[in-house]
């Protein structure tokens, strides 16, 4: 059985940092495409940023320069580095796991920018 778990989220104040982590197990986790999205209260969830099993990594406009998307395979763990926290960064973010066998999905981790 897939399991995708997340951690890390908690209340932080603009300008600050987060790291989250997700750990994933009964999947081939070198094989998967790793991700982190998000929802915030009343949105769709929208991508956060990727990392292919290739080594590639992509990530959405908003959040470019200011995180850093990172994986350990040997830790079947993936990273997600937040630096320079805003207000509309507030939101659940969701892990991901991918392969083409798989498609799991965390329960989120909320994380909370105060102004």
């Known amino acids: 059985q897939v399991q995708v778990v997340e951690s890390g989220g908690g209340l932080v104040q603009a300008g600050g940092s987060l790291r989250l982590s997700c750990a994933a197990s009964?999947?081939?986790?070198?094989?998967?495409?790793v991700g982190w999205y998000r929802q915030a209260p009343g949105k769709q969830r929208e991508l956060v940023a990727t990392?292919?099993?290739?080594?590639?990594?992509n990530y959405a406009d908003s959040v470019k320069g200011r995180f850093t998307i990172s994986r350990d395979n040997a830790k079947n763990t993936v990273y997600l580095q937040m630096n320079s926290l805003k207000p509309e960064d507030t939101a659940v973010y969701y892990c991901r796991a991918r392969t083409t066998r798989y498609d799991a999905w965390g329960q989120g981790t909320q994380v909370t920018v105060s102004s």
């Open positions: 009964g999947i081939i986790f070198s094989s998967a495409t």
């Open positions: 990392f292919t099993s290739g080594g590639s990594t």
